[in-house]
């Protein structure tokens, strides 16, 4: 693999070393210290990088425009941009430009696991035209900053959960939304809380640190007005799949971070019918529409009509707010039951199954037969038959709750 680094950070040295273990190794480094010298190796004859890394700022120019160059001269490129927290809120529209935001300071640890999982998504990179569509998209929340806050504090050794709770109570709107869905039916708690803490302590840390990023994203689309879409329905079918894919892991005796990416996933897997509502609301109404009349999937009525699925468009958003990769596959590929087979049960595996479940118990009138067969079929081909009647009973215990 070829990669060019633009800036003054990273050496060659750093990172090249034991890249021969890593996807596409060993890599070759190109190290550009300025805008200029990044644009001439980009465009010398034959270059062809597999990724292209700036920093911002760029000596010489604008690193974000770089990688626009980049984007449309060699729209096969991963491109990534390294910036500082208060930067990242001002690029949120910008996601075509990137594939992925990264810190600053970026340690070169951080950058390789960055490179090795770019390479990992890089196959399930959709269609062609998904950059001329991201590219049309004008209202896209900025990185959940309070998210990746939690969690640096989570990480410290340091760390209480009276410091979390007084870091989330320091964003008011955040902490009323989370409240809101703490003590929503979906949990079941015995009494209402009503600070970030009480919510830390009887919900554990993985989960009220996955509600903040269901929070974030739904509170920046919270007003969309479509006959064809409801932004509560939507709400309530994201909770019955976090719930449920995260019940079918631990069912399934996944381990811990399976267990959390799962409901993760699971909250977040139509994040881009969002997006797609709010952005191209009459595009969006007519996909929805087609669906209805020729009885096809919404997948496939976004695909004709917009160029893309809601599936492609969230995961290239959490993509940019550099979620997990698993999060990001289980997002992007819920709809794809065949990339399940000869695999271990993972966080695709338990949002591709809730997601059916949950339609399938949501289904009613002359449809529910279908939607009914629909799952049997789906799980069957993903080679889940086997676990299907044990799935239902678990998903009528669970969602019932929510």
């Known amino acids: 693999m070829r990669i060019l ?6 050496t060659a040295e750093a990172l ?9 190794g060993p890599w070759t480094v190109v190290c550009s210290p300025d805008a200029a010298a990044a644009l001439s190796a980009v465009q010398a004859e034959g270059a062809d990088f597999d990724a292209v890394v700036a920093e911002m700022p760029l000596a010489g120019g604008d690193a974000l425009q770089f990688l626009e160059v ?5 729209p096969q490129t991963l491109r990534f941009l390294s910036v500082n927290l208060t ?14 935001l990264l810190p600053q300071p970026c340690p070169v640890e951080t950058l390789k696991a960055a490179l090795v999982r770019g390479l990992t998504l890089r196959q399930w990179m959709p269609g062609e035209r998904l950059p001329e569509i991201l590219a049309r998209l004008q209202k896209l929340p900025s990185p959940p900053e309070i998210y990746f ?4 504090e989570l990480q ?15 964003d008011p709107s955040m902490s009323a939304k989370l409240l809101r869905v703490a003590n929503s039916a979906a949990f079941g708690l015995a009494y209402q809380v009503t600070t970030p803490l009480e919510a830390l302590q009887v919900l554990g840390t993985e989960t009220t640190k996955s509600l903040l990023l269901l929070a974030h994203s739904f509170s920046y689309f919270e007003n969309i007005n479509s006959r064809d879409f409801s932004v509560e329905q939507l709400w309530r079918h994201s909770l019955s799949v976090g719930r449920l894919a995260e019940a079918l892991a631990r069912q399934e005796r996944a381990e811990a971070r399976v267990v959390s990416e799962a409901f993760t996933a699971g909250l977040l897997h139509d994040l881009g019918k969002l997006v797609l509502a709010a952005n191209l609301p009459e595009d969006y109404s007519r996909a929805v529409r087609l669906g209805r009349e020729k009885d096809i999937s919404l997948s496939a009525a976004e695909a004709e009509v917009i160029g893309a699925s809601h599936a492609e468009v969230g995961a290239a958003l959490l993509g940019v707010w550099g979620l997990p990769l698993d999060i990001v596959e289980a997002v992007i590929l819920h709809h794809a039951p065949g990339w399940m087979l000869d695999r271990a049960f993972c966080p695709l595996s338990a949002v591709a199954a809730a997601n059916w479940l949950c339609h399938e118990l949501e289904a009613s009138g002359e449809k529910a037969a279908a939607v009914v067969e629909a799952t049997q079929k789906s799980l069957e081909a993903a080679g889940w038959g086997e676990q299907l009647p044990g799935w239902r ?10």
């Open 156 to 170: 410290s050794p340091d760390s209480t959960l009276d410091a979390v709770g007084a870091l989330i109570e320091k």
């Open 149 to 152: 806050r939690v969690v640096r």
């Open 87 to 100: 930067q990242r809120r001002t690029l949120a529209q910008s996601i075509t430009a990137m594939h992925q």
């Open 5 to 10: 680094l633009a800036g003054k950070t990273w």
């Open 70 to 74: 980049v984007q449309r001269d060699h």
């Open 393 to 402: 009973e678990l998903a009528k215990e669970t969602i019932t709750q929510v």
């Open 16 to 24: 090249t070393a034991e890249s021969e273990k890593f996807p596409g």
